[in-house]
């Protein structure tokens, strides 16, 4: 079993940056795939940014791109999210999610095990 826990996140300003983490805490060895999702109020929750554990080229949602950077921290089997000149829009709680097989998705489907999250909000 796959335990992941965020920690980070809080309030700040338009054009400010905040950084989100995530330990897997528990069954680290069987996580291929780490991503981050985000979910506003009322909408459905999008992928912002995914990484393979063992290394490669990330991918972005369009929206962040530029912006934000996923990276990992094998050794410590961690994932972090460095969120960088924050929109209003960027506001909500933020998901890391793992999965087990090898590719990078935005399908939150395919995403088996999620964090509990972390709320980020960003004011105008």
């Known amino acids: 079993q796959v335990q992941l826990v965020e920690s980070g996140g809080g309030l700040v300003q338009a054009g400010g940056s905040l950084s989100v983490s995530c330990i897997a805490a528990?069954?680290?060895?069987?996580?291929?795939?780490l991503g981050w999702f985000r979910q506003a109020p009322g909408k459905e929750r999008e992928f912002v940014a995914g990484?393979?554990?063992?290394?490669?080229?990330?991918e972005y949602v369009d929206s962040v791109k530029g912006r934000f950077t996923i990276s990992r921290d094998y050794a410590r089997n961690m994932v972090y999210l460095q969120m960088n000149s924050l929109k209003p829009e960027d506001t909500g709680v933020y998901y890391c999610a793992a999965k087990r097989s090898s590719i990078v998705t935005a399908r939150r489907d395919e995403y088996t095990y999620w964090g509990q999250g972390t709320q980020v909000t960003v004011s105008s």
């Open positions: 990484i393979s554990w063992s290394g490669g080229s990330p």
């Open positions: 528990k069954g680290a060895s069987s996580i291929l795939v």
